[in-house]
């Protein structure tokens, strides 16, 4: 026998010995894994999601009357109460007008009363238009089957303009242009500036 076959001989003995002294080195030096503790929810957090029936993740779209697409998300969203009302965490939604512009809202907490065909944003709302507007505010009341949206509170935007604020902000349907307007009143302040144009 040559000196090349038996060292293949010998590999064929030696490999296999030493996989199985890698293999019994792992079941030796793993830790014991307790199957109690290895729940990734502690328990209290499992108690309040049976307590609190919830939907995690929810999103559905629909349009409005004047064709208007609207899609509406959330972090965690809540079982309607018997009043038909909703409430939900960490909003997201975004309006596709039929004139072809854009809407997107964030809001910190959401609220849909089904009933009354209004949802109501709240907390920090920010609403980002196609047209390159921004707009800060702490409250923002919507319809959901048409176009009006309406911020009762005072709004911070910036936009091609320059910055302004309003105490108050509507978005709708214009009944004269039949067109959206974006309307802001109460005391309205802009700062021009020409750079940004």
Do not use: C, H
């Not at 923002?140 to 709004?155: D, F, G, H, R, W």
Request: hydrophobic fraction near 40%; avoid cysteine.
């Amino acid at each position: 026998m040559d000196r090349y076959s038996r060292m293949i001989a010998l590999l064929k003995v030696l490999l296999p010995l030493m996989a199985l002294a890698l293999l019994s080195t792992l079941f030796l030096l793993s830790r014991n894994i307790d199957p109690m503790a290895s729940i990734p929810f502690a328990e209290t957090e499992v108690n309040e999601r049976m307590r609190d029936q919830q939907i995690t993740g929810p999103f559905f779209s629909g349009s409005t009357e004047q064709g208007d697409q609207i899609s509406f998300s959330a972090g965690e969203i809540g079982v309607a109460d018997g009043n038909g009302r909703v409430t939900a965490n960490d909003v997201s939604a975004q309006i596709d007008l039929s004139s072809g512009a854009r809407l997107v809202f964030f809001a910190d907490l959401g609220e849909v009363d089904i009933a009354n065909d209004t949802s109501i944003l709240s907390g920090k709302v920010l609403i980002t238009t196609s047209t390159g507007y921004k707009i800060n505010s702490e409250r923002l009341v919507s319809a959901m089957t048409s176009l009006n949206i309406e911020s009762p509170n005072k709004v911070i935007a910036e936009g091609p303009l320059g910055t302004f604020s309003a105490g108050s902000m509507r978005l709708t349907l214009s009944e004269k242009t039949e067109s959206n307007q974006m309307v802001f009143t109460n005391a309205v302040k802009l700062i021009y500036d020409p750079k940004i144009r």
